[in-house]
């Protein structure tokens, strides 16, 4: 008979319990990728979520991709991304309702109520003593002040900015432009990006001066600047949901679970909007003041249980991950 030392039979107890240990720790968490969108609120919302998930609702590990909203939605019904919390999918609709029909996309609510868009003027052109327009309330009235707009390339004309190249929204802005045959008094603004299209506006603004265009909120701009939106150019309101991929329902039914819960208002994206442009913050550094300062908001999402884990993490200084 084969015998074993004392030292061998410990050693061949342990080992089991060794393996077992191990495959514990080593277990590999589940990851989630959210679609990046180019806009701020889009990736602030992501990092809060992924701070919540991560820290709260068990071993998943975050992703982020740089998308626009199409090859988002498109990521999102081929499994390729599992999240998307600003769809804004009511300027895609045909997408949205073909892979919402077939089960590819998820909805699972609103983000935020009504978001609102549409062509805005400066309060200060409109109200107030010695306002230069104060009887311009609708797109129609834009004609008779074409002056006050007047396009520096070409003075005989005004200047209206419809978006920016490549938006959906600007082809929303091109058919109001159209509908009101404003091509006889304006031109056409069309700026490459929304921080060229965000320049024009706060550049006019800080002059005092007029200006008229297409813009949307959530937005830092629309939570520090006092604008009126004119008559005529509102948009259907915005359909701001959230959307998940089939897949994420499988793999992660807690998280969808949470994101169900997850909602915000206009006016608490305004702010740490506002917050992230005065402090010059990315999305990581806005995320952690939202879950540091916003904990009733927050906490309203999640069990006492999670709300108690994310608490702790905050507590030891564990960082929003960018």
């Known amino acids: 008979m084969r015998k074993?030392?004392?030292?061998?039979?410990?050693?061949?107890?342990?080992?089991?319990?060794a393996l077992s240990a191990g495959g514990t720790k080593e277990e590999k968490p589940v990851t989630l990728v959210f679609g990046d969108l180019s806009w701020d609120s889009a990736q602030v919302h992501n990092r809060i979520a992924a701070y919540i998930?991560?820290?709260g609702l068990g071993n998943y590990k975050a992703e982020f991709t740089a998308a626009d909203t199409l090859v988002t939605v498109n990521g999102l019904a081929q499994g390729d991304i599992d999240i998307d919390l600003e769809s804004w999918h009511s300027n895609f609709m045909e997408a949205y309702e073909k892979y919402t029909r077939d089960g590819s996309i998820v909805d699972l609510g609103q983000n935020m109520p009504d978001a609102p868009q549409g062509w805005w003027v400066p309060r200060y052109l409109v109200e107030g003593e010695g306002a230069p327009a104060p009887d311009l309330k609708s797109v129609a009235d834009?004609?008779?002040y074409w002056r006050l707009f007047k396009d520096p390339e070409e003075p005989g004309k005004g200047l209206v900015?419809?978006?920016?190249?490549?938006?959906?929204?600007?082809?929303v802005s091109e058919?109001?432009?159209?509908?009101?045959?404003?091509?006889?008094?304006?031109?056409?603004?069309?700026?490459g990006s929304s921080a060229a299209l965000a320049a024009t506006l706060v550049g006019a603004y800080k002059k005092g001066e007029p200006w008229v265009g297409y813009y949307w909120a959530p937005t830092p701009i629309?939570?520090?600047?006092?604008?009126?939106?004119?008559?005529?150019?509102?948009?259907e309101a915005a359909l701001v949901n959230?959307?998940?991929?089939?897949?994420?329902?499988?793999?992660?039914?807690?998280?969808a679970d949470f994101l169900r819960n997850y909602k915000t208002t206009v006016a608490q994206n305004n702010e740490f909007l506002a917050v992230m442009d005065d402090n010059q913050w990315n999305a990581a550094k806005t995320a952690l003041w939202f879950l540091q300062n916003r904990k009733d908001v927050w906490a309203a999402w999640v069990s006492p249980e999670v709300a108690a884990k994310v608490n702790a993490a905050l507590?030891?200084?564990?960082?929003?991950?960018?």
């Open 4 to 17: 074993f030392s004392a030292i061998s039979l410990i050693l061949l107890f342990a080992l089991p319990l």
């Open 53 to 55: 998930i991560e820290n």
């Open 142 to 144: 834009l004609p008779k």
């Open 161 to 171: 900015y419809l978006g920016t190249a490549g938006w959906s929204a600007t082809k």
């Open 175 to 191: 058919g109001i432009f159209e509908k009101f045959g404003l091509e006889s008094t304006f031109n056409q603004g069309v700026p």
């Open 222 to 235: 629309l939570g520090k600047y006092d604008m009126v939106r004119l008559e005529g150019s509102e948009f």
């Open 242 to 255: 959230k959307l998940v991929s089939r897949k994420l329902i499988e793999k992660a039914p807690a998280v």
């Open 315 to 322: 507590d030891a200084g564990k960082e929003v991950a960018n």
